[in-house]
């Protein structure tokens, strides 16, 4: 009677940590992870432990969405602050005596190399959010203006070291929370036109502008050459092209139904650069085909949905903005990484979530994942 006296007791305690967990949220991360051990498995059959690199930032990703998922939002409001501060003092770190590789300075020694634009990710929405929800219900034009600022104060540093793709990603991340609390269209309008239109220019002009001896203001080289290879990946095939076009080839041999698990000759026969990391899209869809990349977007549209959805039944101004903000940071992750690997955005270096290699992303997703988690048991506490 005592024992399972015992085993009741233990089980109470236990059980709060997973009451509130999301179950579709859960499932649809399930889902991307499971196509995301298949494709590495076949696509990092040359790349040593890779397949068994990739399982383990999956679990420590598990790990770390648990424990930020038993964190009160209100916890998290607490480390907004903080979090963004650290955040930017170490980016300023990283202007002044940062790591360079590959002519890009972005990582800090600190007994580990981190990358401190990653934090960004997080504590950008954080920052926001807080901001807003200090003065809900009396915004102002002045309240929208500091928030552009503190937003630009990281983005400038991570365009600097430079980092395109963290960059648009801390960007995405702020830009939803500003636009979730409400600015005012008359201020979102005239900016979408205007690059509405510098596309059309570029897309009208792009010979002239990419012709030889052209440079660009603003932009560096390496950034110029990315945007007129969208525009044309056969002014060189073999050189700044070459991922684009192999990208694009394995897509379309795919064909609706795929080469099959493993079958992929794009990717076995190591015709797709960065093919576990940038470009793992590519092959997944040379063996997967059409259906699978549908059932794949059908996953990331789910998974985003669900944010959104958590996001409009939060209790708080802060969990809302929050919950929106993350969701559409991996909407950003999956859109902008398909759509260079696709042809149509430029290569700026973003993973697919959950099914590229990398350890400090995958924290990063847990890390937003785990606040979903938080803000849905959160709501579920408020209504029980």
């Given at each position: 009677?005592v024992?399972?006296?015992g085993?009741?007791?233990?089980g109470?305690r236990i059980a709060?940590?997973?009451v509130?967990?999301?179950?579709p949220l859960?499932?649809a991360?399930?889902?991307l992870a499971?196509?995301g051990?298949?494709?590495?498995?076949?696509s990092?059959?040359d790349h040593?432990?890779?397949?068994?690199?990739?399982?383990?930032?999956m679990?420590i990703?598990?790990?770390?969405?648990f424990?930020?998922a038993?964190?009160p939002?209100?916890?998290?409001m607490?480390?907004?602050?903080?979090?963004?501060?650290?955040?930017?003092?170490?980016?300023i770190?990283?202007a002044?005596?940062?790591l360079t590789?590959?002519?890009a300075r972005?990582?800090l020694?600190?007994g580990?190399t981190i990358?401190?634009?990653?934090?960004?990710?997080i504590?950008?929405p954080l920052?926001?959010a807080w901001?807003f929800?200090?003065r809900?219900g009396q915004?102002?034009?002045?309240?929208?203006?500091?928030a552009v600022?503190?937003l630009?104060?990281p983005?400038?540093?991570i365009?600097?070291?430079p980092d395109?793709?963290?960059?648009?990603?801390?960007?995405?991340?702020?830009?939803s929370?500003?636009?979730?609390?409400g600015?005012p269209?008359?201020w979102?309008?005239?900016?979408?036109?205007?690059?509405?239109?510098?596309?059309l220019?570029l897309?009208?002009?792009g010979p002239?502008?990419?012709?030889e001896?052209?440079?660009w203001?603003?932009l560096h080289?390496?950034?110029?050459q990315?945007?007129?290879?969208l525009l044309?990946?056969s002014?060189?095939?073999l050189?700044?092209g070459f991922?684009?076009?192999?990208?694009?080839i394995a897509?379309?041999?795919?064909?609706?139904?795929g080469?099959g698990f493993m079958q992929g000759?794009?990717?076995?026969?190591e015709f797709?650069p960065?093919?576990?990391t940038?470009?793992?899209f590519a092959?997944?869809?040379e063996?997967f085909?059409?259906?699978?990349n549908?059932l794949l977007i059908?996953s990331?549209v789910f998974?985003?949905?669900?944010a959104?959805t958590?996001?409009?039944?939060a209790?708080t101004?802060?969990s809302r903005?929050?919950?929106?903000?993350?969701g559409m940071?991996?909407?950003s992750?999956?859109?902008v990484?398909m759509g260079?690997?696709s042809?149509?955005?430029?290569?700026?270096?973003?993973?697919l979530?959950?099914?590229?290699y990398g350890?400090?992303?995958?924290?990063?997703?847990?890390?937003?994942?785990?606040?979903l988690m938080?803000?849905?048991?959160?709501?579920?506490l408020?209504?029980?």
């Amino acid at each position: 009677m005592v024992q399972k006296f015992g085993k009741i007791k233990m089980g109470q305690r236990i059980a709060p940590w997973f009451v509130g967990f999301d179950g579709p949220l859960a499932f649809a991360v399930f889902l991307l992870a499971c196509a995301g051990l298949l494709t590495m498995y076949s696509s990092g059959f040359d790349h040593g432990t890779r397949f068994a690199d990739h399982g383990r930032n999956m679990l420590i990703a598990g790990a770390i969405m648990f424990v930020v998922a038993q964190i009160p939002p209100q916890r998290l409001m607490a480390l907004a602050v903080p979090l963004y501060v650290l955040g930017v003092s170490l980016l300023i770190a990283v202007a002044i005596f940062g790591l360079t590789k590959k002519g890009a300075r972005r990582w800090l020694n600190l007994g580990v190399t981190i990358q401190p634009s990653e934090i960004l990710k997080i504590a950008m929405p954080l920052m926001l959010a807080w901001w807003f929800q200090k003065r809900e219900g009396q915004l102002r034009p002045l309240d929208f203006t500091v928030a552009v600022v503190l937003l630009a104060i990281p983005i400038g540093l991570i365009v600097r070291q430079p980092d395109l793709g963290t960059a648009i990603l801390v960007m995405v991340a702020g830009l939803s929370v500003i636009f979730f609390a409400g600015l005012p269209w008359k201020w979102i309008v005239p900016p979408l036109l205007l690059v509405v239109l510098g596309m059309l220019l570029l897309v009208v002009f792009g010979p002239v502008l990419c012709a030889e001896g052209v440079r660009w203001p603003v932009l560096h080289d390496y950034q110029q050459q990315r945007i007129c290879t969208l525009l044309d990946p056969s002014r060189d095939p073999l050189g700044k092209g070459f991922h684009i076009i192999q990208g694009m080839i394995a897509i379309g041999s795919g064909g609706f139904w795929g080469k099959g698990f493993m079958q992929g000759t794009q990717t076995h026969l190591e015709f797709i650069p960065e093919r576990t990391t940038d470009f793992i899209f590519a092959a997944f869809s040379e063996e997967f085909g059409l259906f699978g990349n549908l059932l794949l977007i059908a996953s990331f549209v789910f998974l985003v949905l669900r944010a959104l959805t958590i996001a409009m039944e939060a209790p708080t101004l802060f969990s809302r903005l929050l919950a929106g903000a993350v969701g559409m940071i991996f909407f950003s992750y999956a859109f902008v990484n398909m759509g260079m690997v696709s042809g149509i955005l430029p290569v700026v270096g973003v993973p697919l979530p959950f099914i590229s290699y990398g350890g400090t992303a995958m924290v990063t997703l847990g890390m937003g994942l785990g606040i979903l988690m938080s803000i849905a048991k959160s709501k579920r506490l408020v209504q029980s």
